[in-house]
């Protein structure tokens, strides 16, 4: 029994160490190449290290590729898209928790029938829309389509609602609480656990981001963390070594984000989207 357990450990410490080895293979590489320069990166292998600590690729990043203008668009982005997203999310929750209503599970199938589409397929149509009002190449174009409530958070909010005796709203209202008075005061507050769960989400779906910001703000000084490296590729030279300064530098604000943040993540991920 002991050998067998010994064995056991070993697979799965074995495994536990081989996974961590595949996840920290990517971001070595990034490392590494962040500080060689062109040739070097093209002639050497990924896990090589550098010849010298050079940080020319860190100031051309910053200085060409305007990556704190970057960080300052992603972080509007973000602050506006989040908050949105939760005030939609959380209020069209409610009402679709706390109320019968003819069209509601129509409008369920509606939400369940978009998020399977991908958002490639529908983009044509709203290019025009966004388009038309006259809204491309502003701010605004991205944050209107990352506000808008999908299921997932739809599917967190109401999970944490279900969870909520339906008593508590009897008791505002013969106290003479509004509806909105009821969601505002009381209703929001409780799931604040989901809330936070969907601006983590949010959060890391924005900021990650990509083909929309490259598609509706592409006018120089619109660019976002992601769009920023995308400068240093062309058709005909890419600067991988640029490129991964830039990656290494997008990472450091998730990092930082997660360092602090990591025990309200858990508990905000367990209490919010698991359904007890």
């Not at 509606?110 to 983009?123: D, H, K, N, R, T």
């Not at 989400?201 to 995308?230: A, R």
Request: glycine letters at 6%; proline letters at 4%.
């Amino acid at each position: 029994m002991k050998s067998k357990k010994v064995i056991s450990n070993l697979f799965k410490y074995g495994i536990l160490i081989l996974w961590t080895l595949v996840i920290l293979f990517p971001l070595i590489t990034v490392m590494f190449g962040s500080f060689k320069s062109y040739s070097e990166f093209n002639s050497t292998n990924g896990i090589a290290p550098p010849s010298s600590l050079s940080f020319d690729n860190y100031k051309r990043v910053l200085i060409e590729g305007k990556l704190l203008s970057g960080f300052f668009n992603t972080f509007i982005l973000v602050v506006f898209g989040v908050c949105g997203s939760v005030f939609i999310g959380s209020i069209l929750a409610f009402a679709l928790n706390r109320f019968n209503f003819k069209y509601k599970k129509l409008i369920l199938g509606i939400f369940l029938l978009v998020s399977i589409v991908p958002i490639e397929v529908s983009q044509v149509a709203t290019f025009k829309i966004i388009n038309g009002m006259g809204l491309y190449n502003t701010r605004i174009a991205p944050i209107l389509l990352y506000i808008g409530a999908d299921m997932l958070t739809l599917y967190i909010y109401m999970q944490m609602l279900e969870k909520v005796p339906k008593d508590i709203d009897k008791a505002v209202i013969l106290e003479g609480g509004s509806m909105f008075y009821l969601y505002r005061k009381v209703i929001f507050p409780i799931v604040r656990p989901a809330t936070f769960t969907v601006c983590l989400l949010k959060t890391i779906s924005i900021y990650n981001d990509f083909y929309i910001p490259f598609l509706y703000m592409p006018k120089e000084g619109l660019n976002t963390v992601s769009t920023t490296v995308f400068r240093f590729m062309s058709t005909s030279k890419i600067e991988w070594n640029v490129i991964c300064a830039g990656i290494v530098l997008s990472i450091i604000p998730m990092i930082i984000f997660f360092i602090f943040l990591q025990k309200r993540i858990y508990n905000g991920i367990m209490e919010g989207s698991v359904k007890g």
